[in-house]
């Protein structure tokens, strides 16, 4: 099983970005899709998670530009990304946790915001 990122790159200060990750291979039936980010000399912290009731928890840090979203037939989840920041920069991670605890992430992808 992979979970397959794409979407990041460079943008300026006040645009958009989508992040997309799904997962090739079979996936026990998956709860938790997730993103997670992590900045140069900072430890990796979740971004936004969205569980397979809907449930959907952010970071206070994008609250209001960041939006969350899942497609369950396709095992993927998606990152919009509204009104970006220099501080979002970092590389960003999907994770995703199944029902029997197995927990998947993908390899990254950079995203880089410029002031």
């Known amino acids: 099983v992979q979970l397959v990122e794409s979407g990041g790159g460079l943008v300026q200060a006040g645009g958009s970005l989508r992040l997309s990750c799904a997962a090739s291979?079979?996936?026990?039936?998956?709860?938790?899709m997730g993103w997670y980010r992590q900045a140069p000399g900072k430890q990796r912290e979740l971004v936004a998670q969205?569980?397979?009731?809907?449930?959907?928890t952010n970071a206070d840090s994008v609250k209001g530009r960041f939006t969350i979203s899942r497609d369950n037939a396709k095992n993927t989840v998606y990152l919009q990304m509204n009104s970006l920041k220099p501080e979002d920069t970092a590389v960003y991670y999907c994770?995703?946790?199944?029902?029997?605890?197995?927990?998947?992430w993908g390899q990254g992808t950079q995203v880089t915001v410029a002031s």
């Open positions: 291979g079979s996936i026990f039936s998956i709860n938790v």
């Open positions: 969205i569980a397979s009731g809907g449930i959907i």
């Open positions: 994770r995703f946790r199944s029902v029997n605890g197995a927990e998947y």
